[in-house]
């Protein structure tokens, strides 16, 4: 028998943040002209399992429910599978619902963890993706976000920082443990003008990493890849492509002929030169045809190629676009094959094409498609 007392009482919110997170809710659910009759409320104490409940009538004649849980900026993405099967139920009229993660600000990494587990979300900002499957849609992005704090973590766009990145992503590494000192031993002991990072500096990475749930620590102190697209997505909007210095020249040799010249360049495959982008993309996963030949040179061999090719610099009309690399990484791992000058890794040609313009995607889509996602499923 329920209290007089508090029969009537709506609970409270549990603090400002849940209070605000719910006004913003509750303009979302207003916006659009065809949607009314919704309200916002917090959840009583005696159900723990959310924070908010928005409910309200569909067009299709049916009631709508909305679970919403509250999280600070402190929540990351290595804690969402925990709340990943929490049930969202109503009463004998709801027959659509949905789980919503709110946050001040809703980072790109965690807007798709929301959106592969079906999950619906919004930020402080009304930037959200509010989706009863069948039933309502609300997307709003763009919205400038409300005094984010500073959040620690790796710079992935660095060299370094890169290093430890595409030994996770190698098709040839794929599914296996890492500790934290094998990576920096895994670098001392491979044939590439590298520099092994610092142990301070795989730790911060691998921490990162472990936040934002692309990797997942292991019973044994390793750890593994958990996503890997998903990493390789984050890595690549970061990648800057334009640090390398490119060169365009103009070469006589075409064919066989200049695969032959390149190959006496390199012939042990010592890191000096290699196919790169679209190029690389050519031999790994035939896609896109293009009439020049990318490359990545080591600048120590810059004047003795352009000797062997009798090679130009042009300002237009090249057919060699030669990369002299900003760090040496981009030559990790690479594809060696017989009788033929070795290619930039899967990964790394991956990131180049992406950013190289024209059909870039299209070849990069192909060598996830045909190189990369084999192999990583493949390990699972």
């Given amino acids: 028998m329920n209290n007089p007392k508090y029969a009537n009482r709506r609970p409270a919110h549990a603090s400002a943040l849940e209070r605000d997170l719910g006004e913003v809710l509750l303009r979302l659910l207003k916006s659009p002209s065809w949607l009314q009759g919704w309200s916002v409320e917090p959840v009583a104490i005696a159900e723990p399992h959310w924070d908010l409940k928005a409910s309200g009538p569909l067009p299709a004649g049916s009631t709508g429910l909305l679970c919403v849980e509250c999280k600070s900026l402190n929540f990351q993405p290595s804690q969402f599978p925990a709340l990943i099967e929490r049930s969202c139920e109503g009463g004998r009229n709801v027959v659509a619902t949905s789980k919503v993660l709110a946050m001040p600000w809703v980072s790109p990494r965690m807007a798709a963890l929301c959106q592969r587990h079906g999950w619906s979300w919004f930020d402080l900002a009304g930037n959200c993706r509010?989706?009863?499957?069948?039933?309502?849609?609300?997307?709003?992005?763009?919205?400038?976000?409300?005094?984010?704090?500073r959040r620690s973590g790796a710079n992935l766009s660095t060299a370094e920082a890169g290093l430890v990145v595409r030994a996770l992503l190698a098709p040839e590494n794929a599914g296996q443990r890492w500790t934290q000192r094998e990576m920096v031993a895994h670098f001392d002991n491979i044939e590439a003008p590298v520099r092994a990072p610092s142990l301070a500096l795989v730790n911060k990475v691998v921490q990162h990493l472990r936040d934002q749930a692309f990797v997942e620590q292991l019973p044994n102190r390793g750890f593994r890849v958990r996503d890997y697209q998903g990493l390789l997505q984050a890595w690549q909007e970061v990648y800057r492509f334009n640090r390398h210095t490119r060169h365009r020249y103009f070469t006589l040799l075409q064919g066989h002929r200049l695969q032959e010249k390149l190959r006496s360049l390199d012939p042990q495959h010592h890191a000096l030169l290699a196919y790169a982008a679209f190029s690389a993309a050519d031999i790994q996963a035939p896609a896109v045809r293009q009439p020049r030949t990318w490359l990545y040179l080591n600048p120590a061999l810059e004047s003795e190629f352009q000797s062997a090719l009798e090679a130009k610099p042009v300002d237009s009309g090249e057919n060699l676009i030669v990369l002299i690399p900003d760090d040496g990484g981009v030559f990790y791992r690479m594809d060696v094959g017989n009788n033929r000058l070795a290619c930039t890794n899967a990964v790394q040609t991956y990131v180049d094409c992406s950013h190289s313009g024209g059909r870039g995607e299209e070849a990069a889509e192909a060598i996830l498609r045909q190189r990369l996602d084999p192999a990583w499923s493949a390990s699972r």
């Fill in 130 to 149: 509010l989706e009863i499957p069948g039933a309502l849609l609300i997307e709003r992005i763009g919205n400038e976000p409300v005094k984010p704090e």
